[in-house]
């Protein structure tokens, strides 16, 4: 039985490292990002292992999209055995000049986009009676000046992974997520830009609160989805893993 995973927002980034770890762990991958045509690279990297993928346009703050792009992965790739609910944007802005569109926008990709995932994945997993879940959250859901749209959203999508482990438990399905800390990718540097600092001058002031000294990439992350897609993590379920360089939550 090939074992088969759908990553959102994997055109580049964590998403792409994600998927290109999971096809080396023997996973075929649907990459699904809003552009098709972004996520050839990654595909491309995932058949030089050896696996196959497919490229799939998605909007998954829209329910038929998101219902089309997965009858457009299960129909050529088989069954998923694991949803990865990577994709996210932040819009970083003190609350008392925070547009409603900015707290909208964010919480409809980072929330509306994992739970319509979800909702389209899951019966599939409850009648294969297999299957998991991994949501990216962000140590920002303990708290994060000038981002209340963006630590709301990934608190709720904490709320979310521990309520659909509830659920799903009985039909050996797990949930859990992955807290990311500091990363450097295109959306630290778009927050560097907007803030008017480099990213290097960023991330030196990032790293004086990590007690590993360094800020992490986007492999730390993948090999921590890659474990909760693991057999050997099938006992583990409802957990949030702060991937952070030292102690959260």
């Known amino acids: 039985m090939n074992n088969v995973a759908l990553v959102t927002g994997a055109a580049r980034g964590i998403g792409a490292q994600i998927a290109i770890r999971l096809a080396q762990d023997g996973f075929d991958i649907a990459i699904l990002d809003l552009d098709r045509n972004a996520c050839v690279d990654t595909a491309d990297a995932v058949r030089a292992l050896g696996r196959s993928a497919i490229e799939v346009s998605v909007d998954i703050t829209d329910e038929k999209s998101v219902e089309d792009a997965v009858s457009l ?19 970083s802005r003190m609350v008392h000049k925070m547009t409603f569109d900015d707290w909208e926008q964010v919480m409809a990709v980072n929330v ?7 909702r389209a994945v899951v019966p599939f997993m409850r009648k294969a009676k297999r299957g998991r879940i991994v949501n990216l959250s962000s ?5 994060l000046l000038g981002s209340a749209n963006y630590a709301s959203a ?10 659909l482990a509830l659920e799903l438990g ?14 450097v990718t295109e959306m630290t540097r778009t927050m560097a830009e907007k803030a008017g ?7 030196a002031e990032m790293i004086k609160d990590i007690p590993l ?3 992490g990439r986007p492999d730390d992350i993948a090999h921590a989805v890659s474990f909760f897609a693991d057999e050997r ?7 949030i893993l702060y991937v952070a360089g030292g102690p959260k939550g």
């Not at 992965?73 to 819009?91: C, D, K, Q, S």
């Not at 009985?170 to 990363?183: H, M, Q, S």
Request: proline share 4%; charged share 10%; net charge positive.
């Open 139 to 143: 140590t920002g859901a303990l708290g």
């Open 197 to 203: 600092v480099s990213i290097q001058a960023m991330e």
């Open 213 to 215: 000294g360094r800020s």
């Open 112 to 118: 509306r986009g994992s739970f319509l995932m979800c």
């Open 73 to 91: 992965a299960i129909a050529h790739l088989g069954t998923p055995f694991l949803l990865v609910n990577n994709a996210g944007i932040m819009r």
């Open 233 to 239: 993590s099938s006992y583990i379920s409802g957990q």
């Open 154 to 163: 990934k608190a709720a999508v904490q709320a979310l992974t521990k309520s």
């Open 170 to 183: 009985p039909f050996n399905v797990t949930v859990n997520a992955v807290a990311p800390g500091f990363v």
